[in-house]
């Protein structure tokens, strides 16, 4: 069985540009997360989404990230313009139903913002 | 809101020796779970604490949940530089949001 899959694996813009990052989640799995970590520290959820909806955003920076799940499978997640401090591995990951189960995360896309 | 902290964050050590690192929250946790993550990888879960008191080994990795569920600690005997990685722990918020410890970076070598 495929696992999570993230692409692309490396990114390296200027502060200012956009950027975009795509999830494709193990199949059939409902419920889908993503996570920034920084360096030495552990994942921090941005954003949940249960199908093509997103139940808990409350720590995604909607002024310059955007994410959607159309279709409720595959996902996108945008920043827009990128600052310095957005430099870190943006991890996505999935479960088969809701919460509280086990999480299966890709390898990550990691951002180097200049 | 629910913290857990980690120690050591940094631990260098050689092939053969043993070791603990350590996740402590103020907070009751229904269950705390381990992630080891390799460089330019995710976290791959390792185990799920669930009863207060319990033990669990995974061949050379013993995992204890403390009494009050609000600490857990892991323990690796004759450590190998395949143990190499960081640690994380992790639990489950009120909320059903999973956070994270900030993370032991274990290096074992040869």
């Known amino acids: 069985e495929a696992g999570v899959v993230q692409s692309p694996r490396y990114k390296i813009i200027e502060k200012k540009q956009p950027v975009a990052f795509w999830c494709n989640p193990i199949?059939?799995?409902?419920?889908l997360y993503w996570y920034r970590q920084n360096l030495g520290q552990g994942p921090e959820l941005l954003i949940r989404?249960?199908?093509?909806?997103?139940?808990?955003d409350s720590q995604l920076p909607k002024d310059r990230f955007s994410a959607e799940r159309l279709k409720g499978v595959d996902s996108t997640l945008k920043i827009q313009p990128a600052e310095l401090g957005d430099s870190a591995v943006y991890l996505c990951?999935?479960?088969?139903?809701?919460?509280?189960?086990?999480?299966?995360f890709g390898p990550g896309t990691r951002l180097l913002v200049l | 809101t629910q913290l857990l902290e980690q120690s050591p964050q940094f631990l260098s050590i050689q092939e053969g020796e043993n070791l603990t690192v350590y996740c402590n929250s103020s907070?009751?946790?229904?269950?705390l779970q381990w992630y080891r993550q390799e460089p330019g990888e995710g976290p791959v879960l390792l185990v799920t604490?669930?009863?207060?008191?319990e033990v669990k080994k995974l061949k050379r990795l013993t995992f204890q949940f403390g009494d009050a569920r609000k600490d857990s600690s892991l323990h690796i005997t004759a450590a190998q530089p395949g143990d190499t990685g960081l640690y994380l722990c992790?639990?489950?918020?009120?909320?059903?949001?999973?956070?994270f410890g900030q993370g032991t970076e274990l290096s074992v070598k040869p």
């Open positions: 989404y249960e199908n093509e909806e997103a139940v808990d």
């Open positions: 604490v669930v009863t207060g008191g």
């Open positions: 990951a999935s479960t088969p139903g809701t919460t509280q189960e086990t999480q299966y």
């Open positions: 992790a639990g489950f918020d009120q909320g059903g949001k999973l956070i």
């Open positions: 907070s009751v946790f229904s269950s």
């Open positions: 199949s059939g799995h409902n419920t």
